[in-house]
T-cell receptor, first 110, second 116 residues
Framework: GQQLNQSPQSMFIQEGEDVSMNCTSS?????WLWYKQDPGEGPVLLIA?????ELTSNGRLTAQFGITRKDSFLNISASIPSDVGIYFC??????????FGAGTILRVKS | GAVVSQHPSRVICKSGTSVKIECRSL??????MFWYRQFPKQSLMLMAT?????????EQGVEKDKFLINHASLTLSTLTVTSAHPEDSSFYIC????????????FGSGTRLTVV
């Protein structure tokens, strides 16, 4: 079945540092999504990507849809304490089910 | 816009009882609803896909008689965990495609189920 490999599993960084995480897939996806989840809450969409090669920013967040359609990365610039949480990548086709990565736990030292 | 309201947010039930979780699309019509389960420190795993007016599609290994899904209207999908056991304790989350391609998916806030 479809699998996503998300790395790193966790990060403990200093406030102000930049963060980078990525996902690779064994299958081609037409959609890549990045979500953040706080404890006890549902995932919240950060960035959605629908076109191979697409580079999209949302404030301090930047994500790219890999040209092969099998990978995506998320960068967070100048991290702040409220960036703490679990970040998930997800791939799929619009309207169809999503496959989620295992998540990246982000901790920020202030 | 495109909000999914999920209730209850937390529920504790006794083994052997049934629990119903509701997801309502508040400002759009959700013809499809995805139901995920998330165990502690793990990712979201799709359980089933419900489509309004038809039978749900279950993922491999998910018991359809145990996890009853109903999608009787365009704004309401329900998941009923029947004869709950402690191993069913988990975080259950629903999700629907946002209307209009290119707008991703919207998630409910999740239901923390604890079976004692």
């Amino acid at each position: 079945g479809q699998q996503l490999n998300q790395s790193p599993q966790s990060m403990f960084i200093q406030e102000g540092e930049d963060v980078s995480m990525n996902c690779t897939s064994s299958s081609i996806f037409n959609t890549w999504l990045w979500y953040k989840q706080d404890p006890g809450e549902g995932p919240v969409l950060l960035i959605a990507l629908y076109k191979a090669g697409e580079l999209t920013s949302n404030g301090r967040l930047t994500a790219q849809f890999g040209i092969t359609r099998k990978d995506s990365f998320l960068n967070i610039s100048a991290s702040i304490p409220s960036d703490v949480g679990i970040y998930f990548c997800a791939g799929g086709e619009y309207g169809n089910k999503l496959v989620f990565g295992a998540g990246t736990i982000l901790r920020v030292k202030s | 816009g495109a909000v999914v309201s999920q209730h209850p947010s937390r529920v504790i039930c006794k083994s052997g009882t049934s629990v119903k979780i509701e997801c309502r699309s508040l400002d759009f019509q959700a013809t499809t609803m995805f139901w995920y389960r998330q165990f502690p420190k793990q990712s979201l795993m799709l359980m089933a896909t419900s489509n309004e007016g038809s039978k749900a599609t279950y993922e491999q290994g998910v018991e359809k008689d145990k996890f009853l899904i109903n999608h009787a209207s365009l704004t309401l999908s329900t998941l009923t965990v029947t004869s709950a056991h402690p191993e069913d304790s988990s975080f259950y989350i629903c999700s629907a495609p946002r209307p209009g391609q290119g707008h991703g998916y919207t998630f409910g806030s999740g239901t923390r189920l604890t079976v004692v």
